[in-house]
């Protein structure tokens, strides 16, 4: 079965600093999404890319699948606050669609200002 | 993208009651999927749920404890059945909104069972 595993699983960072969380696949990607979960809450979703070498950003976030598909990184430029919470990785386990989705062990973003 | 409205969002029950949560969505998606997320932990699926069929358990998980229903293409609901503290938990349902919007969750149901 697929497994995905997320470094760090914690991370404090000084407000305004740059950070990027990774995620590595033990197989061949069909799609990876970014989601963002606040405490005790649903999750947001953030990003989803489905080819090799791919790359999205919206406002401060950029993320990345590389070529191979086998690893996505997430990387937030001048964090804010708003920033903290904990990020998922998910990933289905096939192209048809529909299909359940396989979630990393999630990384705990903390901001001090 | 689709917007699924989950409730109740929060609820403290006693140990061996029930509780059902219900997950609309605000257009027709084919599968719906609930999830359940333990304290400090990842998403687990519990089951896969098609209109008109039974819905699809993953390993660990029996209808008998989490009975789900979907009466139609924009509603289900997942019961947690004689609970016990043990699933105390927070409960997620999705669906797949096709290539362009992923899959989208709902709020999450946060339940503590004393």
């Known amino acids: 079965s697929q497994e995905l595993e997320q470094s760090p699983q914690s991370l404090i960072v000084q407000e305004g600093k740059n950070l990027t969380i990774n995620c590595t696949s033990s197989?061949?990607?069909?799609?990876l999404y970014w989601y963002k979960q606040k405490y005790g809450e649903g999750l947001i979703f953030l990003m989803m890319?489905?080819?090799?070498?791919e790359e999205k950003s919206h406002e401060k976030i950029t993320a990345k699948l590389d070529e191979k598909k086998q690893q996505s990184s997430l990387h937030i430029t001048a964090s804010q606050p708003s920033h903290a919470g904990i990020y998922l990785c998910?990933?289905?386990?096939?192209?048809?669609?529909?299909?359940?989705?396989?979630f990393g062990t999630g990384t705990r973003l903390t901001i001090i200002p | 993208s689709a917007v699924i409205s989950q409730k109740p969002s929060r609820d403290i029950c006693q140990r061996g009651t029930s509780l059902t949560i219900q997950c609309q969505v605000d257009s027709q998606v084919t599968m719906m999927f609930w999830y359940r997320q333990q304290p400090g932990q990842s998403l687990t699926l519990i089951a896969t749920a098609n209109q008109g069929s039974e819905a699809t358990y993953e390993s660990g998980f029996v209808i008998d404890k989490f009975p789900i229903s979907r009466p139609n293409l924009t509603f289900s609901t997942l019961t947690v059945s004689n609970m016990s503290p043990e699933d105390s938990s927070i409960y997620l349902c999705?669906?797949?909104?096709?290539?362009?919007?992923?899959?989208?969750f709902g709020s999450g149901t946060r339940l503590t069972v004393v």
């Open positions: 890319l489905q080819k090799g070498g």
């Open positions: 998910g990933a289905p386990i096939s192209n048809f669609g529909n299909e359940k989705l396989t």
């Open positions: 999705s669906c797949d909104r096709g290539n362009n919007y992923g899959y989208t």
């Open positions: 197989k061949t990607l069909y799609g």
